[in-house]
């Protein structure tokens, strides 16, 4: 098993550019999230989603879409980069109320 | 949403010292997880703690949880320079169905 994977590894990204960050899990979990790590800092959640169809917004959402069409992926849309979304982003996934495994994570910086 | 704060945030230390950082809430923990995350890497999965009281051992890492479950400790003694990285504590508690809520965490250097 691959686990949690995510593209791409690092991006640089002009202010009002978009992009998406892809996450792939072959675990067959349900249970899926986006993360930002702050230099430093611990993890604030973006997103989530507990099953394909059906997503939520966590603590820091403005700036951020997603969607999930299949329960392997679940992509993260910046739609107008902004300085602040300089960041760290992590996805992870579960099955239950339990261990979250994390991908390697993508660098964005946008100038 | 479950405030966790972390202390101390920085920790910088020489081999073989011992250590220990903490976790605490205002709310009581529905169970607590360590993770430990390496430079350039996601976190990891050290351990969960989920009664009052529980100790949990690995290696030369120790997890308390408290016994009224608002708080929570690890322990490393003797460390050495793998040990270094953010240590993260972490708990599903909330009203939110599958929220995890992380503290800000402890960066751990240990110099050689």
């Known amino acids: 098993n691959a686990g949690v994977t995510q593209t791409p590894k690092f991006r640089i990204l002009k202010i009002g550019q978009s992009m998406t960050l892809q996450c792939t899990q072959d675990m067959n979990h349900n249970y899926m999230y986006w993360y930002r790590q702050d230099p430093g800092m611990g993890l604030k959640l973006i997103y989530y989603s507990v099953g394909a169809g059906i997503t939520d917004k966590g603590e820091v959402p403005n700036g951020y879409n997603v969607s999930r069409s299949t329960t392997e992926d679940f992509p993260l849309r910046l739609e107008l980069a902004a300085p602040s979304q300089t960041s760290v982003y992590f996805c992870?996934?579960?099955?239950?109320?339990?261990?979250?495994?994390f991908g390697p994570g993508t660098r964005l910086t946008v100038t | 949403t479950q405030l966790l704060e972390q202390s101390p945030q920085f920790l910088s230390i020489q081999e073989g010292e011992n250590l220990t950082v903490y976790c605490n809430s205002s709310?009581?923990?529905?169970?607590l997880q360590w993770y430990r995350q390496e430079p350039g890497e996601g976190p990891v999965l050290l351990v969960t703690v989920v009664t009052g009281g529980e100790v949990k051992k690995l290696k030369r890492l120790t997890f308390q949880f408290g016994d009224a479950r608002k708080d929570s400790s690890l322990h490393i003694t003797a460390a050495q320079p793998g040990d270094t990285g953010l240590y993260l504590c972490a708990t599903y508690g909330g009203t939110s169905y599958g929220k995890l809520t992380f503290g800000q965490g402890t960066i751990l250097t240990v110099h050689p």
């Open positions: 709310s009581v923990f529905s169970s």
């Open positions: 992870a996934s579960t099955q239950t109320f339990s261990e979250q495994y």
